[in-house]
């Protein structure tokens, strides 16, 4: 069965940074690129970047270039969206989503992970 | 950037047939594809390229596409269906990928 397992939800202040994380289990993890998109409080889905966990070649959203990095970890089969320094406005749920290549949709979605930004 | 539009909501009463558009700059050309998410749940892909549906996903639900509109349609609408409902694209000249702007369904 096709898991994604993402990382429990974070609390944290302006200027903090932040990595959490999003586990792929039941397929081949190398094989298939692995995205992230953001949902704000009360807001439509943001298509914010991806990765392909086989040779690390990343893709982002203009929206998004420059304000988080995603990478991956292919040994331990784990995806991971970060910030530098986080601002209120990053405050949202977040999904990490699996992409089937040959149709260009998402497959399957991780449970979300909420990131709530505040001083 | 390619951009898909969709209404805000749809109501509809159980038993009836529910029409939700994705508009988009001759996005006839495109496959697309469309999530249903719940209150409080990740989102769930239910048609896939224009028209197909993912195993477990139920034949009420079907999708079309041409011109500058895509189209779902969930018939025999059960209250179970209430959710958000997005349509996506991948724009190739950007390689990109675009959501629509989502549309509420209620169920009267």
């Known amino acids: 069965e096709v898991q994604l397992v993402q990382s429990g939800a974070e609390v944290k202040k302006p200027g903090e940074s932040l990595k959490i994380s999003c586990k792929g289990s039941?397929?081949?993890?190398?094989?298939?690129?692995i995205g992230w998109v953001r949902q704000m409080p009360g807001k439509g889905l943001e298509w914010m970047g991806i990765?392909?966990?086989?040779?690390?070649?990343?893709r982002y959203s203009p929206s998004f270039q420059g304000q988080v990095t995603i990478s991956a970890d292919k040994s331990i089969s784990t995806a991971y969206l970060q910030w530098s320094s986080l601002k209120a406005s990053d405050t949202a749920m977040y999904y990490c989503?699996?992409?089937?290549?040959?149709?260009?949709?998402?497959?399957?979605w991780g449970q979300g992970t909420l990131v709530t930004v505040s001083s | 950037s390619y951009v898909l539009t969709q209404p805000p909501s749809v109501s509809v009463a159980p038993g009836q047939t529910a029409r939700i558009t994705c508009g988009g700059n001759?996005?006839?050309?495109?496959?697309v594809h469309w999530y249903q998410q719940k209150p409080g749940q990740a989102p769930v892909l239910v048609v896939y390229?224009?028209?197909d549906r993912p195993s477990g996903i139920p034949e009420r639900f079907s999708g079309s596409n041409s011109g500058n509109t895509a189209t779902l349609t969930i018939s025999r609408v059960e209250a179970g269906d209430e959710a958000d409902y997005y349509c996506?694209?991948?724009?190739?000249?950007?390689?990109?990928?675009?959501f629509g702007t989502g549309t509420k369904v209620t169920v009267l």
């Open positions: 989503v699996r992409l089937v290549g040959a149709g260009n949709y998402f497959d399957y």
């Open positions: 039941g397929y081949s993890f190398t094989s298939y690129w």
């Open positions: 990765i392909y966990p086989g040779d690390s070649d990343t």
């Open positions: 001759n996005i006839g050309s495109k496959s």
């Open positions: 390229d224009d028209s």
């Open positions: 996506q694209v991948w724009d190739s000249s950007s390689d990109h990928y675009v």
